[in-house]
């Protein structure tokens, strides 16, 4: 951090803007090449890509146990997270270590969110990717109770991600998440009523039913052309492997990423097919 700051500095008072990014830049590689090969320190990306991988383990262990048992149906999700990151044998053991002390009725999992969210700062789409496998977990068993969206809430929070991205995010899925819906402090949810008014709701799972490519995109319909074809270059980009293994997304994760951005490209070809683009 330093070293771009100097470089910036000598770059602004060379009298250029562009040479103040570019001394920015190259010193910011010069200073994490030092940090790594001098003085032996782990890379911005490094630590990212660590507390990456604890946080995600330790939170589907979180979340699998959050409602107080452990299904089969999450297990297996766990499982095909794990075979979809093709994890050797040493990163599976500490990936089902990380799970079962997120299980644990006594751990405290904010310390390592938090980690997480200092680490990844502004890195929008690696927490987005993140909660896209948090997802996966909750919807396991075909519904999302209270107990568990309580969690995922709760992480969005953490992580400074907005909760209406999290909605829409499980929309994509199929999951009729209601976004005029709020947490109380106490931890109940309430709905607005048309008089501004606030009264408490009872929580209703939120239904599944099939995805269309509309929603795969999160747009409607009777979107327009721009408004749609904009949506698909945002997730595309939001889930292109190379950003995001350069913003410290672990390489394990690069197939489940080339496998969401080809469910994109899909849902993409089926709309312009729909609608004659």
């Not at 149906?73 to 079962?100: G, S, V």
């Not at 938090?114 to 068993?141: H, N």
């Not at 909605?167 to 309430?190: C, D, H, P, T, W």
Request: proline share 3%; aromatic share 10%.
């Amino acid at each position: 951090m330093i070293g771009a700051l100097i470089g910036a500095i000598i770059g602004f008072k060379a009298g250029s803007v562009i040479g103040m990014i570019l001394l920015g830049y190259f010193g910011y590689a010069a200073e994490t090449w030092i940090a790594e090969n001098v003085f032996g320190r782990p890379s911005h990306k490094a630590l990212v890509q660590e507390s990456y991988f604890e946080a995600l383990f330790t939170s589907i262990g979180k979340l699998a146990k959050v409602d107080g048992v452990v299904s089969a149906q999450e297990i297996q999700k766990c499982e095909l997270i794990m075979q979809n990151m093709r994890l050797d044998n040493t990163q599976r053991k500490a990936a089902i270590r990380f799970f079962n002390l997120g299980k644990q009725s006594n751990f405290n999992i904010n310390p390592v969110i938090d980690k997480f969210q200092r680490v990844t700062g502004r890195s929008f789409s690696v927490k987005q990717m993140f909660l896209e496998m948090l997802i996966e977990v909750a919807i396991a068993e075909g519904r999302i109770n209270q107990a568990e969206w309580n969690f995922l809430e709760g992480v969005c929070s953490r992580i400074k991600f907005p909760q209406q991205l999290l909605i829409a995010l499980v929309k994509m899925r199929g999951f009729n998440i209601q976004e005029e819906s709020s947490r109380s402090r106490s931890g109940s949810y309430r709905k607005q009523t048309n008089h501004g008014n606030q009264r408490r709701q009872q929580w209703q799972p939120p239904k599944q039913h099939k995805v269309n490519a509309y929603e795969v995109l999160g747009v409607s319909s009777t979107d327009s052309k721009n408004d749609i074809r904009r949506a698909y270059k945002k997730l595309m980009s939001s889930h292109h492997p190379d950003k995001l293994i350069a913003k410290g997304l672990p390489p394990e994760m690069v197939e489940i990423a080339k496998k969401k951005t080809q469910t994109i490209q899909a849902a993409w070809e089926e709309v312009k097919e729909l609608r004659g683009f």
